[in-house]
């Protein structure tokens, strides 16, 4: 599958002669990420212990997720650099659909922490893989309404952490010179004066600041006048992301 992490349990071991641990290729270890991606695979071990055959995926990648990657990791390291791996981890731009089945995952447990919080959540993790996989079909089925989890614990951090994962705009993507040339934007200045004052050249300046605006919409340009823009709502610049190809 070309994991670079990857748990395997008991029923591992017994089906496949898998013996029982976390397997780390050693090429792609890397500081402080490691430890974020070793907290997810910490939970498979959990959720490992109650036993079963059934494949460790779906919602329980989404609740190791919550748990091992939000929760556990923010412990260690705090929230802004969780938040920034959360970004780097699963909300990179272009999508991948291999990739984009976990961030899907994590919807649905971030679903079940909103209305259990943790506490419903650790008491999945400690119900196993077959209840993991109960309360995901219920989910898959709408059947929202039927999910009976015990409620309490929600906790600051992660609740700034899922709300940072279902808000930020990840299609704020354009290339490096729109990104570049975005700072100088204002209302009611023009685009010549954008370019030259920036000596950046006049083709390539009137095309990055056309991207801005087909492509995003965050500003409005008129008989060469900047008319209107909304960069200033996007003053944070880390919103606002480059994409080399």
């Known amino acids: 599958m070309g994991w670079s992490f990857f748990n395997a349990d008991e029923?591992?071991?017994?089906?496949?002669?898998?013996?029982?641990?976390i397997y780390i290729k050693t090429k792609e270890a890397i500081p402080i990420y490691t430890t974020?991606?070793?907290?997810?695979?910490?939970?498979?071990?959990?959720?490992?212990f109650k036993g079963?055959?059934?494949?460790?995926?779906g919602l329980e990648e989404g609740l190791a997720e919550l748990l091992g990657c939000i929760y556990l990791f923010s412990r260690l390291k705090g929230r802004e650099i969780t938040a920034n791996l959360l970004t780097y981890n699963r909300l990179f731009f272009p999508p991948n659909q291999k990739w984009?089945?976990?961030?899907?995952?994590?919807?649905q447990a971030i679903l079940l922490?909103?209305?259990?919080?943790?506490?419903?959540?650790?008491?999945?993790?400690c119900g196993g893989r077959d209840m993991i996989k109960r309360v995901e079909s219920l989910i898959l089925r709408r059947d929202f309404g039927d999910i009976s989890l015990?409620?309490?614990?929600?906790?600051n951090d992660v609740n700034y952490l899922v709300s940072y994962i279902l808000s930020f705009p990840r299609n704020y993507v354009v290339s490096p010179l729109a990104k570049y040339?975005?700072?100088?934007?204002?209302?009611?200045i023009t685009v010549g004066d954008i370019i030259s004052n920036n000596r950046i050249d006049p083709i390539q300046?009137?095309?990055?600041?056309?991207?801005?605006?087909?492509?995003?919409?965050?500003?409005?340009?008129?008989?060469?006048?900047?008319v209107n823009s909304d960069m200033d709502t996007i003053s944070d610049r880390r919103v606002l992301r480059y994409l080399i190809t």
Do not use: C, Q
């Open 11 to 21: 029923g591992d071991e017994r089906k496949y002669g898998i013996p029982f641990g």
């Open 36 to 48: 974020f991606l070793i907290a997810h695979e910490l939970i498979h071990v959990a959720v490992g």
């Open 52 to 57: 079963s055959d059934r494949i460790a995926r």
């Open 100 to 107: 984009d089945v976990y961030l899907d995952n994590l919807r």
């Open 113 to 125: 922490y909103h209305s259990f919080g943790l506490t419903g959540i650790k008491e999945l993790i």
């Open 150 to 155: 015990s409620k309490g614990e929600w906790d």
């Open 181 to 188: 040339i975005s700072n100088f934007v204002e209302r009611n």
């Open 205 to 226: 300046g009137e095309e990055a600041l056309k991207e801005l605006e087909m492509k995003l919409f965050l500003l409005i340009i008129k008989d060469g006048y900047i």
